[in-house]
Structures are given as structure tokens and as C-alpha cells.
């Protein structure tokens, strides 16, 4: 089986074998020429190489223009191909949640979660948005939607005449002396607030203590400095996708 999350910032591949994550490739979306490089890697002889023995593909996608293409991919390799909906979730799970509003990946995530963790948790995941999943006693209670890390710096450099990209570090003091120590401890120390601040007014709110799952790609970075501990799943959409995928097509 292969599964396929399709973001504004990338698209993830990854490859499953006898149940198991096998590779995992890594697209920028935004890239003119990430179609071809798609057709490119996948191929009829890189899929026998995977001996994958049921040619299924399931997609979570935000961006439809380009799932279609991709989609018709793996149609010529003869694939099956199967896009997950609110109304296509074979669990027990209910989604308290504005119909066809939330998003694919974050039911993904959900899924995975539940199935790893249980029925309590709280996943915080750092893509193109930074987004908070709020379950409790097996049912997604809701979520909070900010502005994406990335996506805020290059709101920030593409509005001012002399800020330039930094990378997204921690700081060892709060205080830069450069330009660039400064917002390299706005974004860090920044993000760290708001994320602590949002968990622990969730935690009040809904009275519950969830395990605590962080994913996307600046996840890494921000673990340590999370108040609350937590687990790190950097493939917790590709989890869900295959889940989902196993009980309905496979």
C-alpha cells in the first residue's frame, strides 16, 4: 500500500510492506516541476523493487489541483486509488466538527492517534498551519488553527524591506544582540508560548488529561521546551492513512 499526504508546503509519501512504513519520500508542493519528479520515483519497476502485493493508494489531500494529477500516476501503473472523507471513516469515532470542514490529514492524525494512544488526546501538529486536535473519550472534540511557523516567517521578511530568512533554532537567551538572534528568539520562544499557553488553557477548558502527540516537520525542534510531556510521531498522518486504507480497501 501506498498513502499519500498532500500539504500547501509538501507532499509525504510513504510506502508500507507487510504492514510495516518501509520508505518515506518528501515533495515541496510549490515546486513546477514536483509532478514529474512524482513520475519519476514511481515507476512499474521501483513498485516491483517494493514488492507491494496490493497496488492500493490512498490520498488525504488540501490541494486538489494536484492530487488529480498525482492521482493519475499511479491509475497508469494500475493502481487503485481511494480518497479518505469525513463520510469514509470506518471507526467508531465521532467527529464534532462542522461537516466536510475538517481537514483530511487531521482525521488522519486522529485515527492513528486513538489507535496508538487511546481515547484522550491532544495532537499539536506543525505544518503549513499550526493546528491543535482536541479528543476526548474517543470523540474530536474540536481544534485551534494558527498560523504556520513558516508561514508567518515568510509572511514577515516578504513585508519588510530589510529582514532577511533565518533558519528556526532555539535561542540561548531570549535577548538577541543581532538582527538575526532576534528573530531567530521571536519565532522560537514566540511559538513556544503560544503553543504552552493554548495547551494549558485546552487542559482547563476540557478537563481531561490527554496524551500529548506532536508531528509535522518544526515538531522536533520545539519538544524539549512543550510544559507537558509528549510523544513525537513524525509519521502520524501516514499512520492514519494506512489505517484507514487497511480497513476499507485492503
Not at 17 to 31: G, I, P
Not at 137 to 147: E, K, M, Q, T, V
Request: a positive charge.
Amino acid at each position: 500500500m501506498i498513502v499519500v499526504d498532500i500539504g500547501n508546503t509538501n507532499i509525504v509519501f510513504g510506502v508500507y510492506y507487510n504492514n510495516r512504513l518501509t520508505k518515506v519520500f518528501r515533495y515541496e508542493t510549490r515546486n513546477k516541476k514536483v509532478v514529474q519528479l512524482i513520475s519519476n520515483q514511481f515507476t512499474n519497476w521501483y513498485i516491483k523493487r517494493t514488492k507491494i502485493k496490493k497496488k492500493i493508494c490512498i490520498f488525504s489531500s488540501v490541494v486538489p489541483e494536484i492530487n488529480n494529477k498525482i492521482q493519475k500516476i499511479f491509475k497508469l501503473i494500475q493502481f487503485k486509488v481511494f480518497n479518505i472523507s469525513p463520510s469514509k471513516i470506518p471507526f467508531n469515532i465521532k467527529f464534532k466538527y462542522k461537516k466536510n470542514e475538517l481537514g483530511c490529514d487531521r482525521i488522519a492524525n486522529t485515527i492513528a492517534a486513538i489507535n496508538k494512544y487511546g481515547k484522550n488526546c491532544l495532537i499539536i501538529d506543525f505544518g503549513t498551519a499550526t493546528t491543535f486536535d482536541v479528543i476526548k473519550n474517543n470523540i474530536y472534540d474540536g481544534g485551534i488553527i494558527a498560523p504556520g511557523i513558516r508561514l508567518s516567517h515568510d509572511a514577515l521578511i516578504t513585508n519588510t524591506s530589510k529582514l532577511k530568512k533565518i533558519s528556526i533554532v532555539k535561542t540561548k537567551t531570549i535577548v538577541g544582540k543581532t538582527t538575526t538572534e532576534s528573530m531567530q528568539s521571536g519565532f522560537y520562544w514566540g511559538y513556544i508560548s503560544l503553543i504552552n499557553g493554548i495547551i494549558e488553557k485546552i487542559l482547563y477548558e476540557k478537563k481531561y488529561k490527554p496524551i500529548i502527540i506532536l508531528t509535522g516537520g518544526l515538531a522536533i525542534t520545539f519538544k524539549d521546551k512543550i510544559i507537558k510531556k509528549n510523544k513525537y510521531e513524525p509519521y502520524l498522518t501516514l499512520e492514519g492513512l494506512k489505517l484507514i486504507g487497511q480497513a476499507n480497501y485492503a
